[in-house]
C-alpha cells in the first residue's frame, strides 16, 4: 500500500543531540546517480560502452514556512551559515507509518552490535551474555536461541565509555561452543527505531534562503549537500 506523505518529519544528529526540523512542508532527498565510464573500445563504430562508476551525491531540499520563534528554524539558518562546516551531519526523514517516534543516539564509546561468530550446541535456554573489559561500563544483552544454537544477540543496553572493544561470553543454557564478537560505536550516529519507515543520509546544509512574496507567509527551501549514499530503511512487519 502506499504512504501518505502527511505525518512525515525530518530529524537531525545535531552537536550530539537529535534536533526535529519542525513544520517542514515539502522534502526531496536529492539523487546520487552513478557516473558513467567509458568502457568503448576504438574498433566500435556505433555505440558507446560504459561502466557504472562512482556516484555523485546530489543536493536534498526542505522547504520551510520560515518562523524566527521556532528554535530548530533559526537552528537550520546558523548551520547554513556557519563558516566551519565540520563533518556532514547524519539526517533522518521519518515517514507517515510512525508518527512521532523518533531516533535516539548512539553514543561514542557505546557498544553497537554483537555479531555471532560461533552458535554453539545443545542450548535448551539463551545463555547468559557477559560483556567485559574495553574500559566501558554497563552494557547488556540476551542471546536468542533456536534450535540448539545461539543465533543472535540484542543489545538491551548498549552501556558507555567503552575505549576498546570488549569480552563476550556466554554461559548456561546447558550449551557449549557459542561465540560472538562486540562493536563499539567510535562516532554518535542515529539509532532508526524499527517501528517506522526511514530515509537516512549525511549532508551539510549549504543555503537557507528566505522568499518573500505579497500576501502570502516567508518560506524557504533550504537545500543540504549530501555526502555518500542514502540509505532506505523498511518498517518491520507484524506477524
Not at 79 to 87: H, I, N
Not at 200 to 226: I, K, L
Request: net charge negative; aromatic share 8%.
Amino acid at each position: 500500500m502506499s504512504a501518505l506523505t502527511q505525518g512525515t518529519q525530518l530529524y537531525g544528529l545535531i552537536n550530539g543531540v537529535v534536533r526535529e526540523i519542525e513544520c517542514i512542508t515539502a522534502f526531496n532527498p536529492g539523487t546520487a546517480p552513478a557516473d558513467q565510464i567509458d568502457d568503448t573500445c576504438l574498433s566500435e563504430t556505433n555505440t558507446r560502452t560504459y561502466k557504472k562508476g562512482l556516484r555523485t551525491p546530489g543536493q536534498a531540499s526542505v522547504s520551510i514556512n520560515a518562523d524566527p520563534k521556532n528554535d530548530s528554524h533559526y537552528l537550520m539558518w546558523q548551520l547554513a551559515e556557519q563558516v566551519d562546516g565540520g563533518e556532514p551531519i547524519q539526517w533522518a526523514i521519518g515517514w507517515s507509518d510512525g508518527v512521532d517516534i523518533q531516533p535516539t543516539v548512539q553514543q561514542v564509546g557505546s557498544i553497537s552490535n554483537i555479531e555471532v561468530t560461533n552458535g554453539g550446541t545443545g542450548y535448551t535456554s539463551a545463555p547468559t551474555v557477559a560483556i567485559t573489559g574495553g574500559g566501558g561500563s554497563g552494557a547488556t544483552a540476551t542471546a536468542i536461541v533456536d534450535s540448539g544454537s545461539v543465533i543472535g544477540v540484542n543489545i538491551t543496553n548498549p552501556g558507555t565509555g567503552y575505549t576498546a572493544t570488549p569480552t563476550v561470553a556466554f554461559t548456561g543454557g546447558a550449551g557449549t561452543g557459542a561465540a560472538a564478537t562486540a562493536e563499539r560505536s567510535t562516532v554518535d550516529e542515529l539509532v532508526l527505531p524499527n517501528t517506522r519507515t526511514w530515509y537516512t543520509f549525511q549532508a551539510y546544509v549549504s543555503d537557507f534562503p528566505f522568499d518573500f512574496q505579497g500576501n502570502a507567509v516567508v518560506t524557504t527551501a533550504a537545500t543540504m549537500q549530501r555526502s555518500g549514499s542514502g540509505v532506505w530503511l523498511r518498517k518491520a512487519e507484524t506477524p
